[in-house]
């Protein structure tokens, strides 16, 4: 069984912000129901999930068959990259669950939220008070019909996880 925590913090003024990302994808693949999979869904901010996810992962065996889903500025809005045991990269939710758990051995699928310029190349905003304005912002309309695209692919990458393996799907997703 794997278990899956989509990052985000609680209550409606947060609910269609971009750093609530990976929580609106949890919602999307708890609503599906896919076989192998259980969907947990923190009450507490961002940056204190690790706590929350250690009570259901207990061992660096079963962090292995956690799913992290998680904004990430480093990717382009629309973009959606599964990796394993990686850095937190600077994403504190991340960082919190490395913490809490003594391991980067997780799986991660990250989603982009980064705005890009019309010849597509990335266009990250810079310094902690954009990076927050940006993070902390709601989506516009037009970036939401991506992020539901995305939102599909990711519900589709996590049971192709719990079916096929991590591999399989990462051969499968990455990239596309």
């Keep these: 069984m ?19 990302t990976g929580r609106m994808a949890a919602a999307l693949l708890a609503e599906k129901g896919v076989d192998g999979v259980k969907v947990i869904n923190p009450d507490t901010f961002m940056n204190k999930t690790g706590p929350f996810v250690a009570k259901f992962v207990k ?34 939710g991340v960082e919190s669950i490395i913490k809490a758990l003594g391991t980067e051995k997780f799986i991660r699928v990250r989603i982009g939220i980064s705005p890009v310029t019309p010849g597509g190349k990335l266009k990250k905003p810079l310094g902690e008070e954009k990076v927050e304005k940006h993070i902390l912002g709601e989506f516009k309309p037009a970036e939401m019909e991506i992020l ?3 939102f599909k692919n990711a519900v ?21």
């Design 2 to 20: 794997y278990i899956v925590v989509g990052l985000g913090n609680p209550g409606e003024e947060y609910a269609r912000t971009r750093h609530n």
């Design 59 to 92: 061992s660096e065996k079963a962090a292995e068959k956690l799913v992290v889903i998680y904004d990430d500025l480093d990717l382009p809005m629309g973009a959606m990259k599964i990796s394993f045991n990686r850095s937190s990269g600077g994403h504190r």
């Design 148 to 150: 539901n695209k995305v």
């Design 156 to 176: 589709t990458a996590v049971g192709t996880i719990a079916e096929k393996g991590l591999s399989i799907a990462m051969t499968q997703f990455n990239g596309s």
